[in-house]
């Protein structure tokens, strides 16, 4: 079973708020990762991390940012929300001994920006 | 980045039936992932595979590494309702630039 955990499960705000996702990881994996997800639709990525003070853009344009302070730990931030922000957000980490390169995933983080 | 092509991009089927989905890439992989995902939730692994030829099975599933390395299926046997949700195939080389397919959505009628 994966232990990655993501706060809030669900957050509706109004637009201009600052608001940041919450992602904590307690295999000791290197690379964390946030996907952006649409309800039924694809994955996109949006930034991951290889370690601490690590941090690259992924293939999909955000206006998140995102830090690596901890290897356990992967916030992204939203400085000022708005309604095209609303999405599901995905975390998730691979790595640690034996990497086999799967991705375990967080239960998500569902953003409605009104 | 390159996607996976999957497909089919969603299925309707009868309860009891089989289902076959799978994926095909431009590049070579050596690993093969497949995950399902329900409703609000994260993606499940389901089945991993890392040698090409491969015949992975968990339960009613079982997921095939494609001897070319750019391709791989997963088969559902006997479908019941709870197989409903997304079917994610993903790969990469070198555990380097995981790539995820689209999904494919399984509906699965009582």
């Known amino acids: 079973e994966a232990d990655i955990y993501q706060t809030p499960r669900y957050l509706v705000i109004g637009t201009g708020k600052k608001i940041t996702l919450e992602c904590s990881q307690t295999?000791?994996?290197?690379?964390m990762y946030w996907y952006q997800q649409d309800p039924g639709m694809e994955l996109h990525l949006i930034h991951y991390?290889?370690?601490?003070?690590?941090?690259e853009k992924g293939d999909l344009s955000s206006e998140s940012t995102v830090s690596r302070i901890r290897t356990e730990h992967f916030p992204l931030t939203l400085e000022s929300a708005r309604p095209s922000h609303t999405s599901q957000y995905l975390c998730?980490?691979?790595?640690?001994?034996?990497?086999?390169?799967?991705?375990?995933f967080g239960e998500g983080s569902r953003l409605t920006v009104l | 980045g390159q996607q996976l092509n999957q497909s089919p991009q969603s299925m309707f089927i009868q309860e009891g039936e089989d289902v076959s989905m799978n994926c095909t890439s431009s590049?070579?992989?050596?690993?093969w992932l497949w995950y399902k995902q329900d409703p609000g939730e994260g993606p499940v692994l389901l089945i991993a595979?890392?040698?090409?030829?491969e015949l992975t099975s968990n339960g009613r599933l079982t997921a095939q590494f494609g001897i070319t390395r750019k391709d791989s299926f997963l088969n559902i046997s006997a479908s019941i309702p709870s197989d409903v949700g997304i079917y994610f195939c993903?790969?990469?080389?070198?555990?380097?630039?995981?790539?995820f397919g689209a999904g494919t959505r399984l509906t699965v009628k009582p």
């Open positions: 590049s070579i992989f050596n690993t």
């Open positions: 595979l890392y040698k090409a030829g």
């Open positions: 295999m000791g994996h290197d690379k």
């Open positions: 991390s290889y370690g601490v003070n690590s941090t």
């Open positions: 993903a790969g990469s080389y070198n555990n380097n630039d995981m790539r």
């Open positions: 998730a980490s691979s790595g640690g001994q034996g990497n086999t390169g799967e991705l375990f």
